[in-house]
């Protein structure tokens, strides 16, 4: 959920699915607002397994584009030094924050990512689930990337396949025994959140990163085809439709194993047909570049408080419609923009400068 500041290599079309993700999230947490129903719950928590699977999807995806595209050149220590500076400093300062605003115990777990495995934790800053998730998957992707890098007969593109089919076999297959052992198991809890359980997703969309650096032309060309955008239709509708029957507590074994990868597939088809549509790259849009990359890079932030503040305010509502409570939500969204503006100038630009020189110092000067 990461992004950069240079505009001049930005792209309009993943900048503007970034923004749209967010504000999807927006919506399906808004259901803190809507107390006593449960019909709006069921339909925002379907939406919600897609959109987060989006930014899983996304990351992947421009992940494995750039190791693909470097080659020999990718360094696991200049990723990290980049992961580390654009991470860390703004998830630290949230966690701090949400213990002064709650006046609650900061559980010194939370600092290493490693809080959802200990769910009795999650609930300090509950969105951080898919960054523990998220960071996990690519240290336990570079674990094997540089292990296989030892092999006689393999360079860093075919370790970086390797691992990836790798991470994307060992998390479908504990997921399948997970679900098959378990009947009564919290799709939730016990398989959303867990990282080994969904390394999976993340190597599907680096899997779509290695086919576009391999095979540019027609990747663009299948993806602008009415034939794609059908697919990523059906396949944004059933993983919807799978999501309302898990949240309504009707759904197959089956469907747990398989609705991570589909919701998958069809977001990764969504960030393709955004980042590659003509429509993207006229000078309408092309114009409004540098507003659209700052929005996009509030994302970030902004997703790692606004659940907090919409819990807080939340509970100053009485009422049980969201036409009554839409000033509470507005004044939520409010705040948490206020908290992520503050965070990107006080502590985004800063970090970014200084992973900037780190880059330089260990021999990339590319950093952007």
């Keep these: 959920m990461t ?7 930005r792209n309009v079309g993943l900048d503007l699915v970034r923004i749209l993700a967010m504000v999807f999230v927006f919506c399906c947490h808004a259901t803190v607002f809507r107390i006593g129903q449960v019909g709006p719950f069921v339909r925002e928590t379907a939406v919600g397994v897609p959109v987060v699977e989006l930014f899983f999807a996304l990351s992947g995806y421009l992940y494995g584009l750039s190791a693909f595209k470097k080659g020999d050149k990718f360094s696991v220590r200049n990723f990290y030094i980049n992961r580390v500076f654009r991470i860390l400093p703004v998830y630290y300062a ?3 924050w949400t213990k002064m605003i709650n006046h609650n115990n900061l559980p010194p777990l939370l600092f290493t990512l490693l809080q959802n495995y200990r ?23 570079a674990i094997l990337f540089l292990l296989l890098c030892f092999l006689p007969g393999f360079d860093k593109r075919k370790a970086m396949l ?8 060992i998390s479908l297959a504990l997921r399948i025994y997970t679900v098959m ?35 540019p ?27 309302q029957r898990i949240a309504m507590g009707v759904n197959t074994r089956l469907e747990l194993i398989v609705l991570f990868p589909v919701a998958t597939l069809g977001t990764l ?26 929005l996009s890079a509030l994302t970030y932030p902004l997703y790692l408080m606004h659940f907090q503040y919409f819990i807080n305010i939340s509970n100053y509502c009485a009422v049980n419609a969201i036409f009554e409570t839409r000033w509470y939500l507005i004044g939520a969204i409010a705040a948490a923009f206020a908290w992520a503006l503050a965070v990107h100038f006080i502590i985004e630009l800063p970090f970014n400068k200084l992973r900037k020189l780190a880059m330089e110092k ?3 000067s590319r950093a952007k």
């Design 269 to 294: 088809g969504l960030v393709l047909i955004f980042g590659k549509l003509p429509l993207f790259q006229m000078r309408f849009f092309q114009t409004l570049s540098k507003p659209i990359a700052f």
């Design 94 to 96: 949230a966690l701090i």
């Design 181 to 215: 052992t378990h009947p009564e198991i919290q799709w939730d809890d016990e398989i959303r959140k867990q990282t080994l359980l969904r390394m999976d997703t993340f190597g599907i969309g680096i899997l779509a990163g290695f086919i576009e650096y391999k095979f």
């Design 119 to 141: 769910l009795d934790l999650m609930a300090f800053m509950p969105v951080t689930w898919s960054l523990c998730v998220e960071e996990w998957s690519y240290i336990i992707l």
């Design 162 to 169: 390797s691992a990836t089919i790798l991470i994307i076999l």
């Design 217 to 243: 032309d027609r990747m663009k060309k299948w993806v602008l085809s009415p034939l794609f955008f059908i697919l990523t239709a059906g396949l944004l509708a059933l993983s919807l439709k799978m999501g």
């Design 362 to 364: 260990f021999g990339d």
């Design 3 to 9: 992004k950069n500041m240079n505009h001049s290599n």
